[in-house]
Each structure stands twice: as structure tokens, then as C-alpha cells.
């Protein structure tokens, strides 16, 4: 008995069709060890990590064709991992992350699910940094913005896995956190492709892809 229930969606992304295991609804609920929260997840936010949200459908059709071929890729927040599981079938070298205690779980079972080999997952909590985990070409994430102090905590732990040539794709709905992001990668080298973001924009209320790159070899923070 796991204690939640769960469901199974067939989503398209690409040329490809992948059988997905999430929860079966927002009300699921269970923790009978603290793990969640421990790491400070309430029971009103447990169940957000297993739903198949609009921004991370985006994220992982925009993975679908993005050249990937010797890149390092990073997924922030994954949840489910529709992103890097679609990164996974292309081959491509590229670790999850998320600290829901069932992030990885469902993680592997759905890669199993679509004969993927296992997707690399590390637990990463962002108010603790990243050590060890090396650095990547490219960082990924979706619907990562839902708090206002995310932007600031996401500012604070790129520049210690991003390369100083790097590209940062992350799908938002449009919770109002995305401005403030921006400016914040900004200050780190960081620039916003406008053309894929009006792009991204044409439909209302759809969620939106939002490509920063940094195109420095030789690039320092100014306190290095």
C-alpha cells in the first residue's frame, strides 16, 4: 500500500508517445514516515510534484527538439520529469532534481514504464546550494516561480552549476515572478532570447518559455 492513488496519462512530445504515472488528483496526501516534512513540504503542497501541469507539458516539448548533443543538462524542480525523461529517450547526458521524497520514485518508475534506462536524480534543496554536483551547459526547469522568494533563491544557486557558457530554458505560467528573475540573471551575465519568448507567447493564458544565454568563455562573477 503506498497510500495514494495514482493515474496513467499517454502524452506526445515530439514524434514520441510516453506512458506517465501521476497522482490521481490534487487531494492525495501521504507521509506516514515525516519525510515531506522534514523538508518542509506541507500537505497542501505534496501533492503538486505529482500532477502533469501545463508548464512542464511545455517544457518537455521544448526538449523534444532542442540540440542537446554534448551538453551537460540540469533539471531544477522536476517533479514528474516529463523533460528529462524526454531528454533521456534523445539520449541526451542530463540529471533531475527536486526534494520531494518522491520525486525519484516516480522518476524511475516512469522511466521503466517507457523502457528508458534510469535518469541520474539528485535531492537538491535550494535554501542549502548545490555542492558536488559539478556544473552544466544547460539548465532546465518549469512552473519553478509559484513563491515570490524563488526567484531570489534560483538567482543565488545558478551561478554555482551553471557554466560560463550556458543556456537557461524555463517554462512559466505566468505567476508574476519571472520579471524579477530575469533582472536577476541579468546581473549575472544572463540574457533574455526575446524571440522565442513572443514566440512562446502567442497563445493567452498559455504558459511560456522563457531561453536565457550566457555566451562567455571566459566569464567571473565580479567578486571571483
Excluded at 190 to 218: C, H, T, W
Aim: aromatic share 8%.
Amino acid at each position: 500500500m503506498t497510500g495514494y492513488e495514482t493515474q496513467i496519462h499517454e502524452l506526445t512530445f515530439g514524434q514520441q508517445t510516453y506512458v506517465i504515472r501521476a497522482l490521481a488528483d490534487k487531494q492525495q496526501f501521504a507521509d506516514p514516515d515525516d519525510a515531506a516534512a522534514d523538508a518542509g513540504i506541507s500537505s497542501a503542497q505534496w501533492s503538486l510534484f505529482g500532477q502533469v501541469w501545463p508548464a512542464g507539458q511545455l517544457l518537455a516539448q521544448a526538449m523534444a527538439t532542442r540540440p542537446v548533443e554534448g551538453k551537460r543538462i540540469l533539471e531544477l524542480g522536476c517533479g514528474l520529469g516529463l523533460a528529462s525523461l524526454v531528454l533521456r529517450k534523445r539520449g541526451a547526458d542530463v540529471v533531475a532534481s527536486d526534494h520531494h521524497p518522491l520525486a525519484e520514485v516516480f522518476l524511475a518508475y516512469n522511466a521503466a514504464l517507457n523502457s528508458l534506462d534510469s535518469v541520474p536524480y539528485r535531492r537538491l534543496d535550494w535554501d542549502a546550494g548545490a555542492s558536488n554536483m559539478g556544473q552544466f551547459d544547460m539548465i532546465i526547469a518549469s512552473d519553478v516561480l509559484y513563491e515570490t522568494r524563488h526567484a531570489t533563491m534560483l538567482a543565488k544557486l545558478i551561478p554555482g552549476l551553471a557554466k560560463p557558457s550556458c543556456e537557461i530554458v524555463i517554462s512559466d505560467p505566468g505567476r508574476g515572478n519571472a520579471n524579477a528573475l530575469s533582472r536577476m540573471l541579468a546581473d549575472i551575465g544572463f540574457s533574455l532570447i526575446a524571440g522565442e519568448r513572443q514566440a512562446a507567447a502567442q497563445v493567452a493564458k498559455a504558459p511560456r518559455l522563457f531561453v536565457y544565454r550566457r555566451n562567455m568563455d571566459n566569464w567571473w562573477p565580479a567578486d571571483a
